[in-house]
């Protein structure tokens, strides 16, 4: 597939309905975003960090969600996921201590922020009551030397 010429800021929303196949969908998505905007080398660390985000949502949300994917820049990207649980888990909570080695819950979210250049969260609000949600964010940015990823 040819690069695009579309410098950044683009951005693309793939909404996505409560359905155990979507976390699939929008990593084959992502891989072609990545693709066809010349960021083949993200697609690694963007997959993993998107699965994580992802896989939260629709684990922990009721209702539908969303993958927001913006180019930031240079051979960087902005992961976020939109979901209907107002509740932000850790580690993007402040305070939270690192997931025991043999913890059965957290370590997927810990793992993004050990991969990711920055994060953070936001609480949403809907127009409607029970409308509230939150929205997770990540960036990964290729670096010199073939690494990306990599954390704080």
């Avoid at 083949?40 to 969600?65: Q, R």
């Avoid at 997927?108 to 409607?128: C, D, K």
Wanted: proline content about 9%.
């Amino acid at each position: 597939m040819p690069s695009a010429t579309v410098a950044p800021p683009w951005a693309y929303t793939l909404q996505l309905p409560r359905d155990p196949r979507a976390p699939g969908v929008a990593r084959s998505t992502l891989r072609s975003v990545l693709r066809v905007h010349g960021m083949a080398e993200l697609i690694d660390a963007a997959e993993l960090l998107a699965s994580e985000l992802v896989t939260n949502a629709y684990l922990h949300s009721k209702g539908a969600y969303s993958l927001r994917l913006r180019g930031a820049g240079r051979q960087r990207v902005r992961l976020s996921v939109r979901d209907t649980d107002p509740h932000v888990p850790a580690p993007f909570s402040w305070g939270v201590e690192t997931p025991a080695a043999m913890a059965e819950r957290g370590r997927g979210l810990h793992l993004v922020t050990l991969w990711a250049e920055s994060w953070g969260a936001y609480p949403t609000g809907g127009e409607l009551p029970g409308q509230d949600g939150k929205t997770l964010w990540v960036e990964c940015a290729w670096k010199p030397g073939g690494q990306s990823g990599g954390g704080r």
